[in-house]
């Protein structure tokens, strides 16, 4: 980050942004009303809500209070907007020269997630309006700092997937004939929730979209979980979004309703091919293309290249869906160790009844790729 600010004539970084916050500093806000000064020359400074617990706050932070959630406090963002000036006085840094993202849309929620950033666009306004001047080449620059990942952010997000695994178990066991949809989903995600007092994980959260019989077929617009029961012969596609400590995982898993019908299961076979062809392929110096072909090429040889309707994969980590170039066909970037990527492919058949999707989160190593939602060694359900 100190070398970002310092290619683009920097002092600092300003956000409320959650997956940004929790990018420059560890921290993932309950409120998501925490503002961030991040200085290149002086440690960190975490503006926070009265009402925000602070159990979880890094201890190398410097917290000041400021009164959001304070009835005695009509305006606290003036009263915020006094704070920050006097730490420029007392650091002497420019707010012309403190970058920020002054786009508020795909963001990663809080940890209260029941409601959108409580930050008012004015608020946001205030502070554009003194922050150094934007371009679309400061913007892309900061979007390539959530690409490559850290050892303790890796940590972190293999901790998601070994939460989310506990998820996929429950998913498995339950795929039984008669179960609605939705009833499988809400098991998924209170499974995924329990975990929360398993070390090292103090928050989890799950969202589990699980699709049968025909509306697997719909899976590759990722529809919602619907009343329908299982019945004897489906496929069973599940969704997956899982986020641990404001780190996420991206899985989707595809099981049988005991033995599916021939034309299903060639397409389940063809999808587990495909897609454990693509994650072998993964290693440094690799396009994403390349990638994305191997997936393609692997379906459409089986005769199914019509029924994959989107890309191969994405970064993830610092959200569901990371900025970052995707796994898509004619894609040039390569692939760099300490990047984490999905792979994905999937096939979607409404004429024979169904569709299948399987999804890995894949690190790219110094020498390949370790796939870290792996079944193997996740928490106990």
Not at 53 to 80: K, M, N, T
Not at 114 to 122: F, Q, T
């Amino acid at each position: 980050m100190r070398s970002f600010l310092r290619r683009h004539s920097l002092q600092g970084w300003l956000t409320w942004r959650p997956d940004e916050i929790l990018l420059l500093s560890g921290h993932f806000p309950f409120w998501g009303a925490s503002f961030l000064l991040y200085l290149a020359e002086s440690p960190s400074i975490l503006f926070v809500p009265v009402l925000e617990p602070r159990d979880h706050i890094p201890q190398d932070l410097r917290v000041i209070e400021y009164p959001w959630g304070s009835s005695d406090c009509a305006d606290p963002f003036a009263v915020l907007m006094d704070m920050i000036r006097k730490e420029q006085e007392r650091l002497n840094f420019e707010f012309s020269r403190i970058g920020m993202n002054r786009n508020s849309s795909r963001t990663s929620h809080p940890i209260q997630a029941a409601e959108g950033l409580p930050i008012p666009d004015a608020v946001r306004d205030r502070f554009s309006a003194i922050a150094a001047t934007p371009s679309s080449e400061l913007d892309a620059a900061f979007a390539d700092l959530y690409i490559s990942k850290s050892l303790e952010e890796i940590q972190s997000i293999r901790l998601a997937n070994q939460v989310a695994c506990a998820g996929i178990r429950a998913f498995q066991q339950s795929v039984k004939p008669g179960i609605p949809e939705v009833d499988i989903s809400a098991i998924v995600e209170g499974t995924i929730q329990k975990q929360v007092g398993n070390p090292s994980v103090f928050y989890a959260r799950g969202w589990a979209m699980v699709q049968s019989g025909p509306n697997s077929a719909d899976a590759g617009c990722f529809n919602r979980s619907t009343d329908r029961r299982l019945q004897a012969g489906d496929l069973v596609l599940m969704e997956l979004a899982t986020c641990v400590n404001g780190y996420w995982s991206d899985l989707t898993r595809t099981s049988a309703v005991g033995t599916p019908r021939p034309a299903l299961q060639r397409i389940l076979e063809v999808v587990r091919k495909a897609q454990a062809s693509a994650v072998s392929a993964v290693r440094p110096g690799m396009a994403a293309g390349e990638i994305d072909a191997i997936a393609r090429e692997s379906i459409a040889q089986e005769g199914f290249s019509a029924y994959f309707n989107h890309g191969t994969g994405h970064h993830v980590g610092f959200r569901y869906h990371d900025p970052g170039f995707g796994i898509t066909a004619g894609q040039s970037a390569i692939l760099k160790p300490g990047m984490i990527i999905t792979v994905e492919p999937g096939v979607y058949a409404r004429e024979h009844g169904g569709g299948a999707r399987i999804e890995d989160n894949v690190l790219v190593t110094e020498t390949g790729h370790e796939v870290l939602s792996s079944e193997r060694g996740a928490p106990a359900s």
